[in-house]
């Protein structure tokens, strides 16, 4: 067998060694679902009665990778790809080989274990987190660094959004800046890039966004028609569509190909606080100050369903990566799980004693992860609501939280005060999969900062999946 095509295995048996699978249970595949960034195939099976997935992580998949070969151990890593599964499996990686050939001059780093922090002393820091040793400072902006991103799944490049109303491109390796993005004309207050890592989109607080071009810095397109201040904006998983959210009440939905609108999503009577495609890219989840969350078909606009429950505030919302749960943050200070496809709320999440102000799932979708203005972060079960885990020790309310690409990372940032928190899972890996046991606690390593910041791990990532019968 080709070597490239171990190295396509090294996550999946890694996985395996520390307990993922046990084969003294029962497991059934129910079905493989296709990740296009990073390159990879993801697997849902029953356990026990329950839905659980994991990940077989193809980075070295190239065109000229011998599928055959590749599938055979892929077979010997993992049990639940039987052989009646082979074709199935061979046909989903021919696809990824396919879909990799458009993007030959990209190397996908997964292994990296960095993230970056945003902070009102104007700069950014680029960090390791298995050391918490400063990689690089990020100089240059003169007023507060308000939005960050990478250009996940690749990696090499971060762009920052700042109150001087510029955006700047930097590289990851040196800490060098690329390009400076002029021409906003207020605060710039959100960011991403497209899946692509060919452009990056900013949000202004001049109610306009833009696009803009990272190989020669030049502005691409301008898109206006918001009548009040962009404050999210994101692209979908084929990155021919974003969306932007606005204190107007609405979202709207454009073409980045051309710069047109395409549609604009009406029905919130108050503030978007967030806005985001699913997966495949069919539907749109916005959340609002008006308590709501609205669901909306993305080809035509048209609202298929309001999430209702909470008694303030929605201020965060996400899709797990393959887009069957949605879950949302409030200022009532819980959380709520609701099923992409019944609209139906699935459980409820009490225990914080203040506003939710973010919410994250894991990257297998059974865990959630709520930071607070209580001063916890909490880990939960995505589907029976079950509080695994309080993270303690903030002085302040935090801010940000999220997962790393594992699962094995949590990072939360608090605002007001010197310090972010990296927890360490790594010694309780597989009870974050399952249970937690009690009286396991995480161990924080703190990294200085600046007095307040804002979280983004390299792959905090998102997929493309396609079920296979």
């Known amino acids: 067998m080709r070597a490239g095509a171990f190295r396509c295995l090294a996550v999946s048996m890694t996985t395996k060694s520390v307990g993922w699978w046990f084969p003294c249970e029962r497991m059934k595949l129910k079905s493989l679902l296709l990740r296009y960034y990073p390159?990879?195939?993801?697997?849902e099976y029953e356990e026990s009665g329950q839905l659980k997935t994991k990940s077989i992580d193809l980075l070295d998949l190239h065109t000229s990778t011998d599928v055959n070969a590749l599938v055979e151990e892929i077979q010997k890593a993992e049990p639940l790809i039987t052989a009646s599964r082979a074709d199935q499996v061979k046909l989903l990686?021919?696809?990824?080989?396919?879909?990799?050939?458009?993007?030959?001059?990209?190397?996908?780093?997964?292994?990296?274990?960095?993230?970056i922090t945003g902070s009102y002393d104007r700069t950014c820091k680029l960090w390791d987190t298995a050391s918490g040793e400063e990689l690089h400072t990020l100089e240059g902006h003169r007023n507060v660094v308000y939005a960050i991103a990478f250009n996940n799944p690749y990696g090499d490049k971060i762009a920052t959004g700042s109150f001087d109303k510029t955006c700047k491109l930097w590289s990851v390796e040196t800490g060098t800046c690329y390009h400076t993005f002029r021409g906003h004309t207020a605060e710039i207050v959100c960011l991403s890039f497209n899946p692509q890592s060919t452009l990056v989109a900013t949000g202004s607080m001049d109610t306009t966004a833009k696009l803009w071009d990272i190989q020669n810095g030049e502005e691409v397109f301008t898109l206006t028609g918001h009548s009040a201040e962009i404050i999210s904006l994101s692209f979908n998983t084929s990155g021919n569509r974003i969306i932007t959210g606005s204190f107007d009440h609405t979202v709207t939905v454009w073409d980045a190909d051309t710069g047109r609108k395409v549609y604009t999503l009406i029905g919130h009577c108050a503030e978007i606080s967030s806005a985001l495609f699913n997966w495949?890219?069919?539907?749109?989840?916005?959340g609002s100050m008006d308590k709501t969350c609205m669901l909306w078909?993305?080809?035509?606009?048209?609202?298929?369903a309001t999430l209702t429950g909470h008694d303030d505030e929605i201020l965060d919302s996400c899709f797990d990566y393959t887009g069957k749960l949605i879950a949302t943050a409030s200022a009532d200070g819980?959380?709520?799980?609701?099923?992409?496809?019944?609209?139906?709320?699935?459980?409820k999440l009490e225990g914080h004693e203040g506003e939710i102000s973010k919410i994250s799932f894991n990257p297998q979708g059974n865990r959630l992860l709520t930071g607070s203005s209580d001063k916890t972060a909490r880990i939960w079960d995505a589907q029976t609501g079950q509080c695994f885990q309080v993270l303690e020790g903030h002085t302040d309310e935090i801010f940000s939280c999220a997962f790393n690409y594992k699962g094995d990372i949590i990072i939360t940032g608090r605002g007001e005060i010197n310090t972010i928190d990296l927890v360490f899972l790594s010694n309780w890996l597989l009870e974050l999969r399952s249970w937690i046991p009690k009286g396991d606690t995480p161990i924080p390593t703190r990294v200085p900062s600046s007095s307040w910041c804002l979280l983004c791990p390299l792959f905090h990532f998102s997929c493309i999946a396609e079920p296979q019968e």
Do not use: E, W
Request: proline content about 2%.
């Open 297 to 304: 078909d993305a080809t035509n606009g048209k609202c298929v």
């Open 280 to 286: 495949d890219c069919s539907l749109i989840l916005t």
């Open 93 to 115: 990686i021919q696809r990824l080989q396919n879909k990799l050939g458009q993007y030959s001059n990209h190397k996908f780093y997964l292994f990296k274990v960095i993230f």
């Open 334 to 347: 819980t959380a709520r799980v609701f099923s992409a496809a019944t609209r139906k709320c699935i459980t």
């Open 39 to 43: 390159p990879g195939i993801m697997l």
